[in-house]
Structure formats: C-alpha cells, structure tokens
C-alpha cells in the first residue's frame, strides 16, 4: 500500500465524519477511540493530543474542506505528476532578484578593536522539563518519562535517555559555558524550549520553559549576545503556527519581552509580526532568524496558505539584496533544517533558489530539530552538481531519543565572515550518573577527525566522497551525528546518511536512495516530535501515523 494511499483512506474517513458536523466533543471522542483502538499511542497520550487539536481541525476543516490535502502536503502526486520523480520546481509565484552587474561588493572595514576570529556557540533542542524528578520511573511507557505522576523508580538527577532536560542538567551546562574563555560573541539557540509532553501542554507552560532557558543563557553569559530562533516546540499546540498574525501574538509578544536584551527595536517589531528577525552584528556579518515552521509540513495552519505565509521568503529575498548591496555576510538561523522532508516541498524549491542567487552573502546557516549532529550541501539549481553552500544541523541538549548532551563553538573567521572549523563539545551522561559529576569534554573538530583543509563546500563534497569508500570515516561520522551513542552502521544506514548530506532537497535524496516514484519514502514525524528516518511512512492528523514498509534502516532519531 502507497503512502498516498494511505493518505487518502485516511482523509475520506477524516471526512465522512466531518460531513455529520460533529461537535468539538463528540470529534475528540470519536479520534480518541481510533488512536486507542490502534495502539498508537497510550490512552492518556491518545485523549490529550486529540482535545489539543481538535478545536483547530475542525476550524481549518471548515474553513477549506479536506479533498485535496494529499496533494496540498505533499503524499499525493499533483496534477501532472504521477509516476515522475521530481516535481515542477513550483517557483512560478516566487521572483528572485536578477543578480547586481559588477563585481560583488567587498566586506566593510572591520570594527576597532575586533580580532580574526569570532566564536559563536551553538546550542539547540534544549527541551528543559521544569516537572523532571529524580528517582522515578524511566521506563513509563510514555513518549517521555520521569515524572511524579509515572511512579517511583530510578531516574537520575543529570538526566535519563528516555526523558527530557531536568533543572539541574541545564544548570550544569550554564555553570560550564560561564567558564568559556574566551567568553564567545554571540550564541545561537536555535529553538524548542518546552519538553515533549505535547498532550498535556499550555500556552503558560510552554512559555515558562522558554523563559527559563532565555534568562539562564543570558545570566551564564552576560557579555554574550544571544540570537533566538523558535522551534515547533515552541506553538501550543506544537507545530500550529497560525497564519494569522493576531492570533499567535500570545507567543510572540511575550517571546519578544524575553529577547528585548539582545535584539534590535526593529528585530523585535518583526518578532511580534512573524517570528522571524534581522539585523547587523558587526561591521560585514547580519544575523536572519527564520521561523521554519512557516513551512512545517504538519503545522495544518499551512493548508491555509502555502505559498508564503507572512510574506516570510519575499521578505528574505529583500533582507539578502540589502545585504548585498552592503557587502555583509549573512549568518543564517532556523529550526527546521531546510531542505529535509519536514519541510513543504514547494518552500523548500524556493529557499533553495534563493541560497543558488545569494550563494556569496549566505556564508554560514544553523539548524536543530532533527536532535542528529549533521551537515547538508546545497548544489547548484542548474545543474544539481556544483556545491555551493553548507548547512550545519546541531545535536539536541536533550538526552530523550538517546543522544549525549552536546553542543558547538564555532571558530567565524572575521576575514571571510566563514566558519573555519569547530569544537563539539558533550557531556557523557553515563559516565555523569556514575561519578555525580556533568563534565564537559572535546568530542570532535571536523578539520582534524576528518582530515579537510577547510570547512568550504567544495571540501565537505570530497568528505562524502570519501565516507562512500572508507569504512572507518563512515562509523566515525555516524558516531558524531548520534553524539557517541549508537551502535554501527549498516551499508543501508550509510547510504541513507550519504545521501541526506549530498541532497539539496527531499526530493534528491529520494532520487539518491533510488526512490523512482513521488510517493515514496517520505519522512514522519511522530506526535511526540521524535523522527523516522528510512521508513516508508505516512502521517496524517496527529493520531494518525502509519509505517507501511519499514526495513533495517528505519530507526528512531
């Protein structure tokens, strides 16, 4: 059975029931009943997520109807494209400025008294839990655990594998960046504050995490300015950032009182109209924070208006001309990493022509979300061969979905505005829980684990070249995405690890795991905000997720 099969089964029976125009009530009973009766999640899971999204299913429902949402997200062919591989690029509504005659403008003289070096820190996925409590139950059968309500049991004060950030884990990680020294120049958070309890949230609750990581960073760092990114952890409930401006003012009001330290008047302006955000650091660098969750294929807000929600991309592509013009350097922020599968299609085609026309302003872009250390290059529009630029996905904090507490200080080279090369940093929570103590430790720097001579695009393909016929580089690099926890990996898990570092978007790297038709192999996000990877998978709803074709490479990440 195809995905888009699937897809619609699922949406004709989505819409025979909406045709009787069921109450808020009766539909949460109704969707509470099939998610128990197929075991998708726990009863407590199943009853909460459905009452969290109901009132805004049945509004959007209203609104537009349901009969072509298969195709609208992306599980179903469009007109036309039945059986091709690649869809139209779809760029036919999106204008990218002509490129400027002459030579590019130079870098601008750099600030008194700034050396050649700049670091930046990187630090995403937080995902503090603020109800984390030590010795209960680890194992609570629930997308996350310890808690009081899961029971007694063993759960440690740094943290456990199967739960969210405890207090005293993060008030570990602020004690050692207090330490740094140098005291870096800036840090990125690149978004999800609140924990993965998404069925028994608040807006209250959400923003009391968000507060808590906001205000902890900037008292670890007092000299360090900040540059905030949101997550799709950050909306309630998670993923739904309405297309209405008004209605998401209860987050990004409050958001932009929390960042006021750090941002411009201007950039905080842009914060309460969208979530996304401009302005100079220094003399030839401009930070942009783009809120990715404007292209978030299960934010349903999206089925609206997916063309460009908030005018988000035009907005870009008039930040980058400026820039341009300027001779700035653009380091570039999100959640979401751009160009993976959760992210639309058709947002994907345009960022993506955007990075091809501004490909010497954009020399640097951060992601999270995924909680992998991992790397994407950008190839060329015309030919889909020549690398161009390189993004940079940061580990999560979090230990949840088995990952060591990690994050990076970048080494920005003040000369070319590019990062020349990195310290990842980790905690092993293991060795944490054993000796009571969270200490800090060098886990890599790509220059020197990987042999490259610089971090530039050209390079990064000759590493992926390489990981194609060396064995040990392979491990080694699957050994740093999952933050030294994880075992080996197969020839299918190094295939699928290629081909997400090399594919410029989702659709490529369906093409580079030898996917031939539009339906295939699609990426799930689960209800908890955990991920599929190599699955043949469908989500529709958020009660609503089925793996018809897993195989040996389909793990959790």
Same mark, same amino acid.
């Given at each position: 059975?195809?995905?888009?099969?699937?897809?619609?089964?699922?949406?004709?029976?989505?819409?025979?029931?909406?045709?009787?125009?069921?109450?808020?009530?009766?539909?949460?009973?109704?969707?509470?009943?099939?998610?128990?009766? &197929?075991?998708?999640?726990?009863?407590?899971?199943?009853?909460?997520?459905?009452?969290?999204?109901?009132?805004?299913?049945?509004? #959007?429902?209203?609104?537009?109807? #349901?009969?072509?949402?298969?195709?609208?997200?992306?599980?179903?062919?469009?007109?036309?494209?039945?059986?091709?591989?690649?869809?139209?690029?779809?760029?036919?509504?999106?204008?990218?400025?002509?490129? %400027?005659?002459?030579?590019?403008?130079?870098?601008?003289?750099?600030?008194?008294?700034?050396?050649?070096?700049?670091?930046?820190?990187?630090?995403?996925? #937080?995902?503090?839990?603020?109800? =984390?409590?030590?010795?209960? %139950?680890?194992?609570?059968?629930?997308?996350?655990?310890?808690?009081?309500?899961?029971?007694?049991?063993?759960?440690?004060?740094?943290?456990?594998?199967?739960?969210?950030?405890?207090?005293?884990?993060?008030?570990?990680?602020?004690?050692?960046?207090?330490?740094?020294?140098?005291?870096?120049?800036? &840090?990125?958070?690149?978004?999800?504050?609140?924990?993965?309890?998404?069925?028994?949230?608040?807006?209250?609750?959400?923003?009391?995490?968000?507060?808590?990581?906001?205000?902890?960073?900037?008292?670890?760092?007092?000299?360090?300015?900040?540059?905030?990114?949101?997550?799709?952890?950050?909306?309630?409930?998670?993923?739904?950032?309405?297309?209405?401006?008004? /209605?998401?003012?209860?987050?990004?009001?409050?958001?932009?009182?929390?960042?006021?330290?750090?941002?411009?008047?201007?950039?905080?302006?842009?914060?309460?109209?969208?979530?996304?955000?401009?302005?100079?650091?220094?003399?030839?660098?401009?930070?942009?924070?783009?809120?990715?969750?404007?292209?978030? =294929?299960?934010?349903?807000?999206?089925?609206?208006?997916?063309?460009?929600?908030?005018?988000?991309?035009?907005?870009?592509?008039?930040?980058?001309?400026?820039?341009?013009?300027?001779?700035?350097?653009? &380091?570039?922020?999100?959640?979401?990493?751009?160009?993976?599968?959760?992210?639309?299609?058709?947002?994907?085609?345009?960022?993506?022509?955007?990075?091809?026309?501004?490909?010497?302003?954009?020399?640097?872009?951060?992601?999270?979300?995924?909680?992998?250390?991992?790397?994407?290059?950008?190839?060329?529009?015309?030919?889909?061969?020549?690398? #161009?630029?390189?993004?940079?996905?940061?580990?999560?904090?979090?230990?949840?979905?088995?990952?060591?507490?990690?994050? /990076?200080?970048?080494?920005?080279?003040?000369?070319?505005?590019?990062?020349?090369?990195?310290?990842?940093?980790?905690?092993?929570?293991?060795?944490?829980?054993?000796?009571?103590?969270?200490?800090?430790?060098?886990? *890599?720097?790509?220059?020197?684990?990987?042999?490259?001579?610089?971090?530039?695009?050209?390079?990064?393909?000759?590493?992926?070249?390489?990981?194609?016929?060396?064995?040990?580089?392979?491990?080694? =690099?699957?050994?740093?995405?999952?933050?030294?926890?994880?075992?080996?990996?197969?020839?299918?898990?190094?295939?699928?690890?290629?081909?997400?570092?090399?594919?410029?978007?989702?659709?490529? *790297?369906?093409?580079?795991?030898?996917?031939?038709?539009?339906?295939? %192999?699609?990426?799930?996000?689960?209800?908890?905000?955990?991920?599929?990877?190599?699955?043949?998978?469908?989500?529709?709803?958020?009660?609503?997720?089925?793996?018809?074709?897993?195989?040996?490479?389909?793990?959790?990440?």
């Amino acid at each position: 059975m195809s995905v888009c099969t699937v897809c619609e089964i699922v949406v004709d029976a989505i819409g025979a029931i909406l045709q009787s125009k069921p109450s808020v009530d009766m539909f949460e009973k109704l969707f509470a009943k099939i998610c128990i009766s &197929l075991k998708i999640e726990a009863k407590e899971v199943c009853d909460g997520i459905v009452h969290e999204f109901a009132p805004e299913i049945l509004e #959007i429902a209203a609104r537009i109807g #349901i009969a072509n949402v298969c195709p609208i997200i992306g599980l179903c062919p469009r007109d036309g494209e039945e059986g091709e591989d690649m869809p139209p690029m779809m760029l036919t509504d999106f204008d990218v400025p002509s490129p %400027r005659p002459g030579p590019p403008v130079p870098l601008p003289k750099r600030g008194e008294g700034l050396g050649d070096i700049a670091h930046v820190v990187h630090i995403t996925d #937080i995902h503090i839990d603020l109800q =984390y409590k030590v010795n209960t %139950r680890v194992d609570c059968g629930l997308p996350m655990c310890c808690r009081e309500s899961d029971g007694p049991g063993t759960a440690n004060k740094w943290g456990e594998f199967t739960c969210d950030t405890p207090v005293t884990l993060f008030e570990g990680l602020l004690d050692h960046l207090s330490t740094l020294d140098p005291a870096p120049e800036y &840090l990125a958070f690149t978004g999800d504050s609140p924990p993965h309890d998404v069925w028994k949230q608040s807006r209250e609750e959400n923003l009391a995490a968000n507060r808590a990581i906001i205000s902890g960073l900037g008292r670890a760092l007092p000299h360090t300015r900040i540059l905030p990114t949101f997550g799709n952890h950050e909306a309630f409930p998670i993923d739904q950032y309405n297309i209405d401006p008004a /209605r998401m003012a209860w987050l990004y009001d409050a958001t932009a009182e929390m960042w006021k330290e750090w941002l411009t008047e201007e950039a905080l302006a842009s914060v309460r109209h969208g979530g996304f955000y401009t302005m100079l650091l220094e003399p030839g660098l401009r930070v942009v924070s783009i809120n990715t969750q404007y292209c978030d =294929y299960i934010n349903f807000w999206l089925l609206l208006n997916m063309t460009d929600p908030l005018n988000q991309l035009q907005w870009l592509s008039q930040v980058l001309y400026d820039a341009e013009a300027a001779g700035e350097r653009v &380091l570039l922020l999100g959640h979401i990493p751009m160009g993976s599968g959760d992210c639309l299609i058709h947002y994907n085609n345009k960022y993506w022509a955007l990075l091809d026309r501004f490909r010497h302003v954009i020399t640097n872009q951060l992601f999270g979300h995924t909680h992998n250390d991992e790397f994407r290059i950008y190839s060329d529009m015309a030919t889909a061969s020549e690398p #161009i630029l390189v993004s940079y996905t940061g580990p999560s904090f979090t230990p949840l979905t088995n990952h060591n507490p990690s994050y /990076r200080i970048y080494k920005l080279d003040r000369n070319t505005m590019t990062f020349a090369d990195w310290d990842h940093m980790y905690a092993e929570l293991e060795e944490a829980q054993k000796h009571d103590r969270l200490t800090f430790k060098l886990e *890599y720097s790509p220059l020197q684990a990987y042999g490259m001579t610089s971090l530039s695009p050209a390079e990064w393909k000759r590493f992926t070249d390489r990981m194609k016929t060396d064995d040990a580089l392979a491990q080694l =690099y699957h050994q740093h995405r999952h933050t030294m926890h994880t075992g080996t990996c197969s020839e299918s898990c190094k295939k699928a690890e290629y081909c997400a570092a090399t594919s410029s978007t989702n659709l490529y *790297y369906r093409r580079c795991m030898g996917s031939t038709k539009f339906q295939e %192999r699609q990426r799930c996000g689960l209800l908890t905000g955990a991920h599929m990877q190599g699955c043949e998978c469908v989500c529709m709803c958020v009660c609503v997720c089925v793996c018809v074709q897993p195989h040996e490479s389909c793990v959790i990440v």
